[in-house]
């Protein structure tokens, strides 16, 4: 395993990073594919003896319970200094007024649940899981920044947004003298690369690391475009994210993996690593072979001709993951 710094910040994460959505209780949340506890302990444990560092869940996965489930097995198969833990919040926890958002109350009365739920007194990174219109960022920054000098994070993340919103909220911190955004998870893959107009560019130039979301485009740069999933036949998100022109890529990236004789993950992870903004990709794992791949690609390296030939059919998309 590789490590390198998330951004500007002095912190060590790995080259992947842990998806943890993959797991939980299936009658919380509505993601009734996810793994029992004991399949998510093994694929954890296994990540770790991989040299895997980073974990990224959220509080609204599974309702929470892959919080819970992350939080027993790295406190049963690690010590808490050795693992970087990310959680997020934004998603709706309960019905009702203040069940979802970034208020001031939203934030505080979500990261104490996280936390109780992850079994530790502090997370290394928070992050909001998107931007949310219905509270002005101020105070929105204010209170995040509380949870950092109360010691119940280390660093702050975000995730899929605008580009100018993601600039306003760190001028808004700046400004405030506030704890400022460090990570940017987005949507990014060989099959959605808008983040490469504006997104990009700015963490690039405000020395935020990236760790984007769904790399291998929900399974898609893995299997042939029409093979089906138990996942895909529920996850009605997943089926706006991608279109029929995506299929010329999924069969380069074929293609170039069974020219080089390794897998297609392995390919387009490492398209993904090959970008010099990219930090860690986020990767969901069901099947150990899934996690095996990720960590081969940390040390496949394209030459320059194979990172150009699997963009070439790129065509641009709307905006897509904001939601």
Request: charged share 25%.
């Amino acid at each position: 395993m590789r490590y390198r710094k998330l951004g500007n910040t002095g912190l060590e994460v790995s080259a992947v990073t842990l998806g943890c959505m993959s797991w939980g209780d299936p009658t919380r949340g509505g993601h009734p594919w996810v793994l029992d506890e004991e399949a998510g302990r093994a694929l954890i444990k296994d990540a770790l003896e991989a040299g895997v560092n980073a974990f990224d869940t959220a509080n609204v996965y599974s309702g929470g319970s892959s919080e819970e489930i992350t939080g027993r097995a790295l406190r049963d198969f690690a010590r808490r200094e050795d693992v970087v833990l990310a959680t997020k919040v934004h998603g709706r926890m309960h019905p009702g007024p203040n069940g979802a958002g970034l208020s001031r109350k939203a934030i505080l009365q979500e990261i104490d649940a996280s936390l109780s739920r992850l079994g530790t007194d502090h997370v290394d990174l928070y992050q909001i899981h998107r931007w949310d219109p219905g509270t002005p960022i101020e105070e929105t920054m204010e209170a995040l920044h509380d949870v950092v000098r109360a010691g119940k994070a280390r660093y702050l993340g975000a995730s899929s947004m605008y580009a100018w919103q993601f600039a306003k909220a760190q001028h808004v911190a700046e400004v405030n003298g506030w704890t400022p955004f460090v990570s940017m998870q987005d949507h990014y893959n060989l099959l959605y690369r808008e983040e490469e107009r504006e997104m990009l560019p700015l963490c690039a130039d405000l020395g935020v690391g990236v760790i984007p979301w769904s790399p291998l485009a929900r399974g898609r740069l893995t299997r042939d475009w029409d093979a089906r999933t138990a996942r895909a036949e529920t996850d009605e998100f997943g089926g706006t994210l991608y279109r029929d022109e995506d299929r010329t890529i999924v069969e380069t990236v074929a293609r170039l993996a069974e020219r080089r004789g390794v897998s297609r993950a392995q390919v387009a992870l490492a398209w993904l690593l090959a970008q010099p903004v990219v930090t860690s990709p986020i990767v969901g794992v069901t099947k150990p072979h899934h996690l095996q791949d990720a960590v081969a690609a940390v040390d496949l390296e394209l030459t320059a001709e194979e990172v150009e030939e699997l963009g070439a059919g790129y065509v641009p998309h709307a905006i897509a993951g904001h939601r």
